[in-house]
């Protein structure tokens, strides 16, 4: 990318705008309809062009999921950290928590952490036709019923099922705790 012509702010915006959009693996057009913002107005301030208002930046902003000072920052390397207090922990069905894996949207995809309680049990919400599951075992055994069919899966093994199916999750173990990864690769709407 060019060096943006304008205010050092303006540059800052234009590097880390592109960069944080790409990062996402998000198009100017995809970031204009998460933000509510003219796909214009993404490619002006791209360009460094831009004079954007607060409110553009605040909606700009939240739309990548970011603070509005690491849009204006001097650019710097991508790394932000997390502190567990940050990640949104959340509690579904009997003993399941459950926590994003990648605190950050990832397009197309959901990425969580699912710790079971003994003998905790929780029903799967089953997504469009075409969304593919994968379920990472990283500790216990965890019993995945998809249709009907059961299938235990232990530490280390991975089921892969289609995400549209009803499907439930049940730890085994009636002491231990268990835990899993999930990965839903989301099938888009219309395909």
Known sequence: ????????AASHLARNLVNLRRTRGLTQDMLARESGVPRSTIANLESGEGNPSLAVLVKVAQALAVPIDELLASPRAMVRHWAADEVALRTKGRGVDIRPLVPEPVPDSQME???????????????????????????????????????????????????????????????????????????????
Do not use: W
């Open 1 to 8: 990318m060019e060096e943006a012509s304008g205010s050092p």
């Open 113 to 191: 952490v699912m710790d079971f309680a003994p003998g905790a049990l929780m029903g799967g919400t089953p997504h469009l036709p075409g969304t593919r599951e994968f379920f990472t075992c990283l500790a216990g055994r965890v019993k995945i019923t998809v249709a009907g069919d059961a299938f235990e899966v232990g530490t280390g093994e991975v089921l892969a099922f289609p995400g549209n199916l009803p499907h439930s999750y049940q730890n085994l173990d009636g002491v231990a705790t268990a835990r899993g990864v999930s990965v839903v690769i989301l099938a888009k709407a219309g395909v």
